[in-house]
């Protein structure tokens, strides 16, 4: 489907839990501000750290409701039957409107949705090293209990088989290195 003039491209990045999504979209946010990233509405507790607004929009089970019902939401998703995180659509309107670099950091469910209402969109999935790396990856992060753990780790295994519904598949070995490639798929620069 060709681009709409003055409309810049967006790009979905997707890929198993603690593949380093969240890193790699934060050193986007650090080396690349040009580059619009969503801030997603999120039913979970915030982590430490973690400020309303910009990590996240931390919204009650109500907000959320109202924002599905109001059909604000691009897309939305029940991560690990955990908590519900969804894209507020307004923003990445405005971002692409305005011609810029857009970009959402989202679960598979989510993608799916995306590639639905906006198959023009860029899909990548960003992938790790190995299964044991991933493994290792989530229990070094020890945010989460050994339940939460498990049930995430069944979920990656899931995700990690859907790969091959995605334009494009980046290897996260080198934080940078991941950051360089996506930043040159949607046409920018390496930082100088
Ligand atoms: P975390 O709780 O670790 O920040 O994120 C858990 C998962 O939720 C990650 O896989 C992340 O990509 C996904 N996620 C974050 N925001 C959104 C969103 O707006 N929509 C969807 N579908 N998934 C999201």
Redesign the pocket.
């Known amino acids: 489907m060709p681009e709409q003039p003055g409309r810049s491209r967006l790009v979905v990045l997707a890929g198993p839990?603690a593949v380093g999504?969240?890193t790699v979209a934060a050193a986007v946010r650090e080396h690349h501000p040009e580059v619009w990233i969503s801030v997603?509405a999120?039913t979970?507790a915030p982590r430490p750290g973690e400020v309303d607004g910009v990590h996240y929009r931390f919204v009650s089970d109500e907000e959320f409701d109202r924002m599905v019902d109001s059909s604000q939401l691009l897309?939305?998703?029940t991560?690990?039957r955990a908590a519900r995180?969804?894209?507020p659509r307004g923003p990445v309107e405005e971002a692409l409107a305005a011609g810029r670099p857009a970009m959402l950091?989202?679960?598979l469910?989510?993608a799916r949705q995306v590639r639905e209402s906006m198959p023009e969109a860029l899909f990548v999935f960003l992938k790790p090293p190995s299964w044991d790396e991933l493994v290792r990856r989530l229990v070094g992060r020890g945010t989460e209990t050994e339940a939460e753990r498990e049930r995430r780790l069944a979920t990656a295994r899931d995700e990690l088989a859907a790969e091959e519904e995605f334009d494009v598949t980046i290897v996260n070995r080198e934080v940078h290195e991941a950051v360089e490639e996506l930043v040159t798929l949607m046409g920018l620069g390496p930082e100088s």
């Open positions: 839990t999504k969240g997603s999120t979970r897309e939305w998703a991560v690990h995180y969804g894209t950091e989202i679960d469910q989510g």
